[in-house]
């Protein structure tokens, strides 16, 4: 299959139908791929629909966007169908309760499939903005293959990702948004991470570019790119396709799933195998040295 990771900007809106218009022009622009990977929080740009005082404030843009939740679905759930395609939405804020989780929905041709929320917080998360992990991992068995969803800071921690692949997830989809090189750097390495380890692909999609009119995106670093485990059946350096720094676009991928398979059976390695060996792991000892 083709996987598209999109590098996306986030834009300001004078109406719903400007949003529909661009995110139909990026999905029609990566219509032969199979499967498109929008970023973490860049349904956020919706907050521009409520005019520079909303989306100037943290709490006020969290409502603005999740009130537009209806459409966005509608709207991706045509073009899903339009184009044939799969669609991970990109990420924003649910109120399920009294406040709200980062949700990331993702679609078929048929509809929507299922949604994965975030499961642990980054520190502006917790301590500025209020939002909150909504516990539980979901793995996707789709036409496409068995597919996972750690949201940014989720893929920076191995158990998450331990969990989906022994549930059976062989693709694992990372959608990031990082205001610094370093941030999106610990992503990256955590995505890339995940791909060994579990002898899986992992696919990247960051916010990119300047936000000056909200302060929760107001700097967005990285690139997309589609990563797998350096194991022989993969690129020595574990990085099927890669795409320029901080440019927004799309970056494809041909990628046969089956290898994921043959990696986890004959592997140069095989550590989503030899894993429970590590469950085991016990300090025996110190040594001081004077």
Known sequence: ?????????????GSFADYRAKLTRWVADAADADLLVFPEYAAMELASLGGPEVAGDLEAS???VARHWPQVQALHVDLAARHGCHILGASGPVFDGPRPVNRAVLYGPQGVIGH??????????????DVVGAPGLRVFDTAL????????????????????????AELLLVPSCTDTVAGFSRVRIGAMARALESQCVVVQAPTVGACDWMPALDE?????????????????????????????????????LARVGDSRRNGAVLPFAHWPESEGARLTGTETIS
């Not at 994965?116 to 903005?129: G, L």
């Not at 597919?147 to 989906?164: A, N, T, W």
């Not at 990285?222 to 720094?245: Q, V």
């Open 1 to 13: 299959m083709r996987i598209a990771a999109a590098a996306y900007p986030v834009d300001w809106f």
């Open 62 to 64: 969290l409502h603005e």
């Open 116 to 129: 994965q929320d975030k499961q642990i917080m980054t520190r502006f998360e917790r301590e500025d903005w």
């Open 145 to 168: 293959g068995r597919i996972g969803v750690l949201i940014c800071y989720d893929s920076e921690f191995p158990l998450l990702g331990r969990v989906l692949a022994q549930a059976g």
């Open 220 to 256: 967005n670093r990285g690139r997309a790119a589609i990563y797998g485990p350096p194991d022989g059946f993969w690129p020595e350096t574990g990085i099927i396709a890669e795409g320029p720094m901080d440019q927004p676009g799309w970056v494809m991928a041909d990628v046969d």
